[in-house]
């Protein structure tokens, strides 16, 4: 069965953006945009909520035509354009959306569903409301939070509406010269 992967950015003190979605506090360097390029090539699914979808659709699709483009942007874009998305929303309409599936309803059958086909691994790149509901359903089968040297004090939690405890165990860490701390856990099924 593939995997469902939880990858988020967040604060020290738990958040993963500002009150106004602000995210310029993040950290990143050519080895974690590297780091990121070896998830993304064992992944041929994205899964996000609407908010980070529609995000990602303003951005990626043009971002490595652009003249002054890095390295990293002209990969991403590439794997972005072939991905297959899947996007979590009850007011985003799937007409007309290139390689893209809206699931609104019997998120869990779908998901499965979605889990059993053969395939690659599933990202979550953002998208904190989709992942709480994920995460409720029981669908997450790991996380990579990328834990960055900031406390903001305010703003959207990691885990806002968690209220059951969810067990994990630690698969790796990993430290980046930007001083981000990369945890990758697995949920403990036993």
Not at 25 to 47: G, H, R
Not at 97 to 110: C, W
Request: charged share 20%; aromatic share 10%; hydrophobic share 40%.
């Amino acid at each position: 069965m593939r995997k469902i992967i939880f990858s988020m950015h967040t604060s020290l003190d738990g958040f993963v953006a500002g009150p106004k979605g602000e995210m310029n506090w993040i950290k990143f360097d050519n080895e974690l945009f590297d780091f990121v390029d070896t998830m993304t090539a064992k992944a041929d699914t994205a899964l996000y909520g609407r908010v980070t979808y529609e995000i990602m659709q303003n951005y990626w699709p043009n971002a490595g035509k652009q003249p002054n483009a890095s390295k990293h942007e002209k990969e991403h874009a590439a794997w972005y354009s072939k991905v297959n998305k899947v996007v979590l929303s009850t007011t985003l309409e799937e007409d007309d959306l290139e390689n893209t599936k809206v699931v609104a309803d019997q998120i869990t059958e779908q998901i499965l569903d979605l889990k059993s086909q053969d395939g690659d691994n599933i990202l979550i790149f953002g998208s904190p409301s989709a992942t709480q509901t994920l995460l409720r359903l029981g669908l997450i089968d790991e996380f990579w939070l990328f834990v960055n040297p900031v406390l903001i004090g305010q703003g959207i939690p990691l885990f806002k509406q968690v209220t059951d405890i969810t067990h994990l165990n630690l698969i790796e860490s990993k430290s980046f010269a930007c001083g981000v701390i990369g945890l990758h856990y697995g949920v403990d099924l036993s």
